[in-house]
């Protein structure tokens, strides 16, 4: 019985720890330079709701990488926009490095998800 119960316990610890270690930090919009580490999930959201009405209904989110690697391979990272609490994502879209990704988004608030194989710095913002 205590055997079962150890290995219940182990289970429940390591299946608890997963689940921790995927939780997500969230960068501001806008963020100039963020690290984006290989083979990680970067993640940008808006902090501030952009009331109907009193903005511009069609704006543009902007995306942007740069690497200080030498590799001979294109330095690339997919980008996912998402809509929050509406389950609307765009993407996803693959870009270069120096290379800007300008998607046009609605007023509502959202955010970006970058992954990458190579270490990177990106940039995301509104206009």
């Excluded at 030498?70 to 809509?83: E, G, L, M, R």
């Excluded at 990458?116 to 940039?123: E, F, G, L, M």
Aim: proline share 5%; aromatic share 12%; glycine share 4%.
């Amino acid at each position: 019985m205590k055997k079962i119960i150890l290995i219940v316990a182990f289970i429940l610890f390591t299946g608890l720890n997963g689940l921790l270690a995927q939780r997500l930090y969230f960068n501001p919009i806008p963020s100039f330079n963020c690290p984006v580490t290989a083979e990680s999930t970067a993640a940008f959201k808006e902090l501030k709701t952009h009331p109907q009405g009193t903005n511009r209904e069609k704006r543009d989110m902007d995306v942007i990488i740069s690497s200080s690697s030498t590799s001979i391979f294109s330095i690339f990272a997919n980008v996912w926009i998402v809509k929050e609490n509406e389950n609307i994502v765009l993407g996803p879209y693959q870009i270069f490095e120096n290379e800007t990704l300008t998607v046009p988004i609605d007023n509502g608030r959202w955010g970006v998800v970058i992954r990458s194989d190579w270490n990177v710095t990106a940039s995301v913002w509104t206009d």
